[in-house]
């Protein structure tokens, strides 16, 4: 049997174009920086938006990656659905590939459905498949599917189809299910993959063979620079900066729903700005905003420096690299015509602290829809302002701008 996939893997987030195909060129890019800095690829997962996009794109993804010289065996697709066709379809897909495995939600439409109708589910899928090369990792999302994979499932699929049912990634976010989950199977080499890096140094400790992470989207080397070092002595302070950055990323999220004090309208028009962005695909993604959207883009009135206390230099390049943000890199500080250059063609205005020249660029932005203040992650003496604005001369999704919704300031439901 080929050796089993191991290590720091991402659910790669999908970008679409401005007519809501996906962006194949850049999910390629996306995905070769990744291999490059050691992750393997979870695509079509949860950020990837897996369920916002048909059978016959998701393969034609797949196979645009192997075309390109990544390496199947570096990849776990998603390939469960609620239809077993559909299920069935991808899956043997992966295998004729060469993917080093299936992660496999649950079919999640229908709620309540008993362990007995999951185990049909998942051998129906074996036994069509029908490929010794298959390996299935179980999805365990309850909070998203309303489905759990329960340990008696595991267990029963185990016995059944041991050569099949290689692991599980369990994206609960309760340690106490995943070292559940460890205990009982990882010692007859069921491999348990946590679905944050919040738990990689703990589930490495306890039998479990990586993560699958969301930020290894923008932090992949130091989520794997743990991997790699896990054994060190140096481990729990890798583990605590990433834990760190993770805790930064969780805080940025609050850029999406404003402050208390903020409208509804104005309230849903950031969320809606920020969940289209890259970083807001990543922690909101499952949240059922703005899916299958054209990414947003962010400009940040200060330089990378200023964030790297924050988030880190790894963290910062990995923001850089999905290409979705454009920093200040002037060195300076930017006058009010150069900051409306510098910006043009973003959506998103960040700032920390408003200059002058930040303020007349608010107060003239043209066709502005919204902002609010919000006290910075990293100090209370700063304010962040999120400013959501569209550059009529140059936006892509110009035709929207007519749109009530987008006048309005509130988002689309």
Same mark, same amino acid.
């Given at each position: ?15 679409? *174009? ?18 490059? @800095? ?8 949860? @950020? ?35 239809? /077993? ?9 992966? &295998? ?21 109708? /999951? ?6 899928? &074996?036994?069509?498949?029908?490929? !010794? +090369? ?17 340990? *008696?499932?595991?267990? =029963? ?59 290894? #989207? ?42 208390? !004090? ?13 969940? +289209? ?14 899916? $299958? ?14 964030? *790297? #206390? ?21 060195? =300076?500080? /930017?006058?009010? #015509? ?11 205005? &960040? ?12 107060? #003239? ?6 902002? =609010? ?14 400013? $959501? ?7 892509? $999704? +110009? ?15």
């Amino acid at each position: 049997m080929a050796q089993r996939i191991t290590g720091v893997l991402s659910p790669v987030v999908t970008p679409f *174009k401005a007519d809501l195909s996906p962006d194949t060129e850049r999910f390629v890019r996306q995905c070769k920086w990744l291999v490059a @800095n050691n992750v393997g690829l979870a695509v079509f997962g949860t @950020n990837s938006e897996a369920n916002s996009l048909a059978a016959g794109e998701r393969m034609e993804l797949l196979e645009k990656l192997v075309e390109a010289g990544i390496p199947a065996a570096r990849m776990m697709p998603g390939t469960g659905c609620c239809a /077993l066709t559909d299920s069935v379809r991808l899956t043997a897909h992966a &295998v004729r590939l060469g993917c080093a495995g299936a992660l496999m939600l649950p079919p999640f439409y229908y709620k309540g459905v008993s362990d007995e109708g /999951l185990f049909r589910n998942y051998a129906e899928i &074996v036994e069509r498949v029908g490929d !010794a +090369r298959l390996q299935i990792y179980l999805y365990h999302i309850p909070q998203v599917t309303q489905v759990p994979i329960s340990l *008696k499932l595991i267990e =029963r699929l185990l016995k059944a189809y041991p050569a099949n049912i290689a692991g599980t990634k369990d994206s609960s976010g309760d340690w106490n299910n995943t070292k559940a989950t460890l205990d009982a199977f990882a010692k007859d080499g069921f491999d348990v993959f946590p679905g944050s890096e919040t738990f990689l140094l703990a589930g490495m400790r306890n039998g479990g063979k990586g993560c699958i992470s969301a930020t290894a #989207n923008v932090n992949p080397a130091a989520i794997h620079d743990l991997y790699a070092k896990w054994q060190t002595a140096e481990a729990d302070a890798l583990q605590a900066g990433l834990d760190k950055i993770h805790r930064a990323l969780e805080r940025t999220r609050g850029l999406g729903h404003g402050a208390s !004090a903020a409208g509804g309208g104005e309230r849903r028009a950031i969320e809606s700005a920020h969940r +289209r962005s890259a970083a807001g695909r990543i922690l909101h993604a499952g949240s059922g905003q703005g899916l $299958r959207s054209p990414m947003a883009r962010i400009f940040l009135t200060h330089p990378p420096e200023a964030l *790297k #206390n924050f988030y880190g230099d790894k963290a910062i390049a990995g923001i850089k690299a999905l290409g979705e943000v454009r920093f200040n890199d002037a060195g =300076r500080e /930017l006058s009010t #015509n150069e900051l409306i250059e510098a910006a043009r063609g973003c959506e998103i205005i &960040v700032s920390y602290r408003q200059t002058p020249g930040e303020a007349e660029l608010f107060r #003239n932005a043209p066709r502005p829809i919204s902002w =609010r203040s919000r006290a910075a992650p990293s100090t209370s003496a700063t304010s962040m302002c999120l400013r $959501r604005a569209r550059w009529a001369s140059s936006s892509p $999704r +110009r035709a929207r701008d007519s749109s009530p919704r987008w006048r309005s300031g509130t988002s689309a439901r």
